[in-house]
């Protein structure tokens, strides 16, 4: 079993940043790809973010060049900083991990984001 919290959502206005972090406990040692997702108010869920441990590191369009995950071994923990923020990032942000050898996914209870003046 895998157990993430994430922290750090919050309301801030059109331009500005957040930082959120997902800290992970449990059976992490063999996760092979950590990930932020999000969702927004009627749509589905999408990827933002994701490091395939060892091979690489995914961005989806709307986020290049304005997000960078990043994660810290020693503390257990995924990040996602997030800049010039839009309103239509809004949406609830939700940690993911997977582990390839057993097709298992674990999510976080997810944390909000606000961008609105």
């Known amino acids: 079993q895998v157990q993430l919290v994430e922290s750090g959502g919050g309301l801030v206005q059109p331009g500005g940043s957040l930082r959120l972090s997902c800290a992970a406990s449990?059976?992490?040692?063999?996760?092979?790809?950590w990930g932020w997702y999000r969702q927004a108010p009627g749509k589905e869920r999408e990827l933002v973010a994701s490091?395939?441990?060892?091979?690489?590191?995914y961005y989806a369009d709307s986020v290049m060049g304005r997000f960078t995950i990043s994660r810290d071994t020693a503390k257990n923990t995924l990040s996602l900083q997030m800049n010039s923020l839009k309103p239509e990032d809004t949406a609830v942000y939700y940690c993911n991990t997977y582990r390839i050898i057993t097709k298992t996914s674990y999510w976080g209870q997810g944390t909000q984001v606000t961008v609105s003046s």
């Open positions: 490091i395939n441990i060892g091979i690489s590191i």
């Open positions: 449990g059976d992490i040692f063999s996760i092979n790809v």
